[in-house]
């Protein structure tokens, strides 16, 4: 099944998307952005990286780390905001292009998922 | 101003988005791959992988050689479908989403855009 994905482009550099999402949730979930990579099959500085591009398009941190602990860390009102901004935007998108997605995904096939 | 992008995503490798779409417009208006392919700023060789890239992920070619001509290209009806659909579909999300692309606009800012 294709998937139909959402990007927020603000310059060639600066992408908000899936990934990044994805990411944010993590942090959320596990309270650390190196489990979070993790989950996501991403390295711990990668995860970073991205935590800290998004921080800087957004001129205000949308994590931090806990006090007290170490490695530890948690979304701000601002990244929880973000994230749950995106899921209901993708929800709506997702109601309105159930006859697109369909059409895209008839023509469109993942040769890993063609049986012989 | 942010843009609200959308991708259909096959795989991690295959991907269906804005930058193919307008290579596809261009082709329908240039009536060349490299034409097409020079006005998104894209080499004649990139154009020509996209391209090729998209009629083996649909299983069918969506541009095709001109006869007769050197160089030249058209959309296939293949094609044609695949861009009005795809039109279509942003200007429904870009309808239901005026809300949320202007949260992430006034959140983000292109510093290539800021005044000092």
Do not use: C
């Not at 927020?8 to 190196?34: N, T």
């Not at 905001?81 to 159930?98: M, P």
Request: without cysteine.
């Amino acid at each position: 099944m294709v998937a139909l994905r959402l990007q927020i482009r603000v310059s060639a550099d600066v992408r908000i998307g899936h990934g990044k999402i994805q990411l944010l949730e993590g942090v959320d979930r596990y309270g650390s952005i190196s489990a979070a990579a993790r989950a996501l099959g991403m390295s711990y500085r990668r995860g970073w990286e991205l935590i800290d591009h998004m921080n800087t398009a957004f001129g205000r941190p949308v994590a931090v780390g806990t006090t007290g602990s170490t490695g530890g860390a948690e979304l701000t009102d601002l990244g929880r905001d973000i994230v749950a901004r995106w899921r209901l935007l993708e929800q709506k998108v997702s109601q309105i292009a159930t006859d697109d997605v369909a059409y895209f995904d008839e023509l469109l096939q993942d040769p890993s998922e063609q049986s012989s």
